[in-house]
């Protein structure tokens, strides 16, 4: 019999390797800084740093299904939570929670009190439309890409911008069915 | 009792990156230019002295009149100079320790190009009310 899901990461926080959070957090921020002078458009640098996290999130997944020994979500709502609770806490330390769910369970807002990545940043006044942690809503995307999700992931809050919390929205568009690439008679 | 007091942030490359007036005495019409006039004149002290000693704070350095100069020097060689009339070392010392924290939280800033203006609202008020703390 399997091990029972985790219901929270701290476990697998634990056990995994770690590096120092000045060191994470002034290395996001030089790759942000190098960002910003390289594209200059702001504009440029979210939609970047978007790709970059749909680059990691669709390798992550399968670090965290490796890892994590979860079972199969039977819903959305499963799947927001098993991101909030073991996902985050696993890969940043922080435990998010799930809010603000839609009428028929397909929208919801992960809300992050904590965010390793921005301690130390003010956003000067010519970065005012950066979206700071972009690379993380990228990361969520990517992620339930690989697990036949289709999501939207935006940001509703950021402290950076004078809120009091982290708020992201994640919209499922639709659930890819699982195709298998050969026909039955082959 | 009213003071005057004078704090600017000079930058590695002689580049002012921070100034404010903390002083509670009236404000005087030619009293910016000059409090900035003896600053400047002061930079040359604080170059020789910077090197005699491993002590960041350099106590005061310089006077004109009844205003002194006191001098912080970081290990990046940035100076914090603080332009004043009171007698109070413990307290500037204190002042500039505690302004030195703030000026590292600036500096870890990614976004923040170090040797440049530092314009966060944040810092001016932090820095305001230490000034009020301490001077």
Not at chain 1, 97 to 111: E, F, K, L, P, Q
Not at chain 2, 105 to 125: A, E, M, Q, V
Request: hydrophobic share 45%.
């Amino acid at each position: 019999m399997p091990p029972a899901a985790p219901r929270s990461g701290d476990a697998i926080f634990a056990s995994v390797e770690r590096v120092n959070a000045e060191l994470f957090t002034l290395t996001y921020g030089a790759i942000v800084r190098q960002l910003l002078t390289d594209l200059e458009e702001v504009e440029e640098v979210n939609k970047q740093l978007d790709q970059m996290g749909y680059n990691i999130g669709i390798r992550l997944i399968d670090e965290f299904l490796a890892k994590s020994n979860v079972s199969r979500c039977v819903d959305f709502k499963e799947t927001a939570e098993m991101i909030a609770k073991v996902g985050f806490k696993m890969f940043l330390g922080v435990t998010a929670s799930v809010m603000n769910w839609d009428a028929d369970g397909t929208c919801c807002s992960i809300v992050l009190e904590d965010n390793p990545l921005v301690d130390f940043v003010e956003l000067p006044d010519t970065c005012q439309g950066l979206y700071y942690c972009n690379i993380l809503s990228g990361v969520i995307r990517g992620a339930l890409e690989m697990v036949a999700m289709k999501t939207e992931v935006t940001w509703i809050r950021d402290m950076l911008r004078g809120d009091d919390a982290y708020e992201l929205q994640v919209k499922l568009l639709k659930q890819v069915p699982e195709e298998y690439p050969y026909k039955d008679d082959e | 009792m009213t003071s005057t007091a004078c704090f600017i942030i000079v930058s590695r490359n002689d580049i002012p990156i921070y100034e404010a007036e903390v002083g509670s005495a009236a404000k005087r019409e030619d009293a910016a230019q000059l409090h900035q006039f003896v600053l400047h004149a002061a930079l040359d002290i604080v170059q020789d002295l910077a090197w005699t000693t491993s002590a960041m704070f350099l106590k005061a350095i310089d006077r004109f009149n009844d205003l002194v100069v006191s001098v912080y020097v970081t290990a990046g060689h940035t100076r914090f100079m603080l332009l004043h009339d009171s007698r109070n070392e413990d307290g500037i010392k204190s002042f500039f320790q505690e302004v030195h924290e703030l000026y590292i939280k600036i500096l870890l800033n990614p976004l923040y190009l170090p040797g440049s203006r530092i314009t966060s609202s944040h810092f001016d008020t932090k820095v305001r009310a230490l000034a009020r703390k301490y001077l």
